[in-house]
């Protein structure tokens, strides 16, 4: 499976991003996809959820992003977005895209996010 993440940027702190994230490959009807981030300084085990979510819709949010971000797939693209506002300086990280399924697991390469104050 391979993941390919666009939307990335740098903005001002109570801006908004779009990131998109489309899946291709062995593509299992029944998957999660979602967005981590890894903050500056962070190892990779120190990745944190930001949010996922499933082909049947089901989401899941950080406490920290909750009502400020929105998750949403396209199954018919094998694409998923996360909408991104009201950003903060602390949300300042790169972002990672991932796919599971039946125990398989994938990482795109990542899209780096800058919020200034």
């Known amino acids: 499976v391979r993941l390919v993440e666009s939307g990335g940027g740098l903005v001002q702190a109570g801006g908004s991003l779009r990131l998109s994230c489309a899946a291709s490959g062995s593509i299992f009807d029944i998957n999660v996809m979602g967005w981590y981030r890894q903050a500056p300084g962070k190892q990779r085990y120190q990745r944190e959820l930001?949010?996922?979510?499933?082909?049947?819709?089901?989401?899941t949010y950080a406490p920290s992003v909750k009502g400020r971000f929105t998750i949403s797939r396209d199954n018919a693209k094998n694409t998923v977005y996360l909408q991104m506002n009201s950003l903060k300086p602390e949300d300042t990280a790169v972002y990672y895209c991932?796919?599971?399924?039946?125990?398989?697991?994938?990482w795109g390469q990542g899209t780096q996010v800058t919020v200034s104050s």
């Open positions: 991932k796919y599971n399924d039946y125990g398989h697991a994938y």
């Open positions: 930001v949010a996922e979510i499933s082909t049947g819709a089901s989401t």
